[in-house]
């Protein structure tokens, strides 16, 4: 990329006063991030399907599918933080490529034509996994061609796009949050907690397979040093976990005891689960719905490998590192089951 020392002055200005737009702020991390950047003295607009909730950001309700809405979202805007994304483990190839690959191939030409000089693209570690474990491994290059499942593919071959995009007009980086969790997360955390609490949450081999996580504070702090650090940043991908990889056996127990149930007991070798997986994508398949099947062959996949990251790159050039990380995640968690607070210290993100 060319002039590098314009985009170091833009990026020391970056955030603060900034006009940043934010999309997928309806969903657990997009409206962290936009909550953060109004927090830091940004004017945040969000692009998607409902209204984000985000108090004091200004919604534009629609998708990055839709030419009009995506050409108001970035109007006059400084920055964008891309999270819109078709996120489930089963579904249309079609609606896959049409949101995660067209829809963010649209976004950045528009961001372009409309005097954006920052983006970041929120991808997902996934896009570089191809089946083996990952052990300390840093941001491997993205690999549509050998990516599991339809949601990595895709997100895979978006993430090229972007950082393909980057250029002196336009700074592009890409950041890779991995397995994002904390209080009031739908996903990784609700669904441990609710299966387990029916006696439906199985490990996957041993459950010792050590895996990397982001506390949701440190993956929304980390997004925002990727946007003010973008000068060092640009052309480039980064991983960001919490740093503390464990066995996801005992994480899994670690999140069932902070909500008080059970944790998992039984254990399902590693081809069964992935048999059960690839019969259940069969029928959600034949009957598409907005549930999520309990077990899909990538699935399978994820909970019986390692995966776990290099962060050294990470934390130099994003000048960033974890605040919270998983055990002090962990009390946070407990105390938010039990209906309490925790008081945040100076350095943290409010929760």
């Known amino acids: 990329m060319g002039d590098d020392g314009a985009l170091r002055e833009a990026g020391a200005a970056a955030v603060t006063g900034e006009r940043v737009l934010v999309t997928g702020a309806s969903g657990y991390l997009g409206g962290a991030v936009a909550a953060a950047l109004l927090a830091a003295g940004s ?73 954006v000089t920052r983006f970041v693209f929120v991808s997902s570690p996934s896009v570089a996994h191809t089946g083996t474990s990952i052990m300390g491994d840093g941001a491997a290059p993205a690999e549509p061609s050998r990516a599991r499942g339809e949601y990595a593919r895709t997100k895979a071959a978006a993430e090229l796009l972007a950082l393909a995009a980057d250029s002196p007009s336009m700074a592009v980086t890409a950041v890779r949050p991995h397995l994002v969790w904390g209080p009031g997360d739908p996903q990784l955390v609700a669904r441990v907690v609710d299966r387990a609490s029916k006696g ?75 048999a059960v ?22 699935l399978a ?29 962990l009390e ?3 105390a938010a089951h039990r209906g309490a607070t925790v008081a945040v210290g100076a350095g943290d993100l409010a929760e």
């Open 301 to 329: 996949e994820q909970l019986s490998t390692a995966h776990w990251f290099d962060q050294r790159r990470t934390h130099q050039d994003l000048d960033w590192s974890p605040a919270v990380g998983v055990s002090r995640g």
């Open 332 to 334: 946070r968690l407990r």
């Open 43 to 115: 004017r945040v607009r969000t692009l998607q399907r409902r209204p984000s909730g985000v108090a004091g950001a200004e919604d534009v309700i629609g998708t990055v599918t839709d030419a009009g809405s995506r050409r108001a979202a970035v109007e006059g805007i400084d920055a964008v933080v891309h999270l819109a994304a078709k996120v489930t483990f089963t579904g249309d190839p079609a609606e896959f490529a049409a949101v995660n690959v067209e829809g963010t191939r649209a976004l950045l030409a528009d961001a372009a034509a409309s005097g």
């Open 277 to 298: 997986g690839a019969i259940a994508e069969i029928v959600w398949r034949l009957r598409p719905g907005d549930d999520e099947p309990p077990m899909t062959r990538f």
């Open 200 to 274: 439906r949450l199985p490990l996957v081999g041993t459950g010792a397979a050590l895996v990397d996580t982001c506390y949701i504070d440190d993956a929304v702090d980390g997004i925002l040093a990727a946007l003010r650090r973008i000068d060092v940043a640009h052309g480039q991908a980064y991983v960001l976990t919490s740093g503390e990889p464990r066995p996801i056996g005992e994480l899994f127990s670690a999140f069932c005891r902070a909500a008080g149930v059970p944790p998992p007991a039984v254990h399902v070798p590693v081809p069964v689960a992935s």
